[in-house]
């Protein structure tokens, strides 16, 4: 489908109502948290599902047609083509620890690929957008368009991912040999690392174990700042699973060489 100014704007307002209910709960003393996996600990908190709440109740009022995949409500299924997909906290382990690093993620997917990205961090007041190839910052010290870096060599390179583990043992051990060839490793990030790519401060995102919701975003930020999100195998990453995000095809090319033999 065709990409519409229209939706972003929508894309906006949807940041917007999620940022108030974000905020209400941050950094809060009675902030209710549960795990939603058994035996072990994967974090939702009232304040993710209070935020996409209002993300979809503002779908469902001004935009019924579109169809929604959120993180913490049962899927919608789209009659027009168009999916909202929402992440309301992408970082619930950093936003119950009170670091600023946690974010809102909104995309539009057409069914085969992602129209639009929105990456929002409410308490620092900083939002990268990205659609048809144009990408913003908006943040504390202003607008700005979003560009990544031109560094061309693993050597050069500083490279993110959120845990230390990275998904399976084989998948972890595919990320340490691309970072070993890395300038700098950094960890914990979240959705946070892939604004820091499309603003150019970071070269390479490394993750595993995605979902949809986790990466759609992220995808129409970087691409819209000229970067490149796949697999680890080239291949589409928009469904989840695996993800290589790379400021340049070179950076791309030879991180990928290194992960396809852990694939």
Not at 6 to 24: N, Q, S
Not at 248 to 253: G, S, Y
Request: with cysteine; hydrophobic share 40%; proline share 5%.
């Amino acid at each position: 489908m065709t990409y519409d100014p229209a939706d972003l704007i929508f894309a906006h307002r949807l940041a917007d109502v999620a940022r108030g209910e974000t905020l209400r709960y941050f950094r809060g003393t009675e902030l209710a948290t549960v795990s939603k996996l058994e035996g072990g600990f994967d974090p939702v908190t009232v304040a993710d599902r209070a935020a996409e709440r209002v993300m979809r109740d503002l779908i469902e009022a001004e935009r019924p047609e579109d169809g929604i995949l959120g993180e913490e409500f049962g899927p919608k299924p789209s009659r027009n083509g168009l999916t909202w997909v929402l992440d309301p906290i992408d970082g619930t382990r950093g936003y119950i620890s009170g670091t600023p690093t946690w974010g809102t993620l909104i995309a539009l997917h057409d069914g085969a690929s992602v129209l639009l990205g929105i990456i929002d961090q409410p308490y620092i007041g900083e939002r990268f957008s990205g659609a048809a190839g144009s990408g913003m910052c908006k943040g504390p010290t202003g607008e700005r368009v979003l560009k990544v870096s031109t560094k061309t060599r693993l050597e050069e390179a500083v490279v993110f991912t959120t845990f230390p583990e990275v998904g399976s043992e084989s998948e972890g051990a595919g990320f340490h040999a691309v970072a070993g060839q890395c300038r700098l490793t950094r960890y914990g990030m979240d959705c946070y690392a892939y604004g820091l790519l499309a603003a150019g401060q970071v070269d390479l995102v490394i993750e595993a174990g995605l979902a949809p919701y986790d990466i759609q975003g992220p995808i129409g930020v970087v691409e819209s700042a000229g970067g490149i999100v796949t697999d680890w195998s080239g291949g589409p990453a928009d469904q989840g699973g695996r993800s290589l995000a790379a400021a340049t095809p070179e950076l791309h090319r030879a991180a990928m060489e290194i992960l396809s033999g852990y694939v």
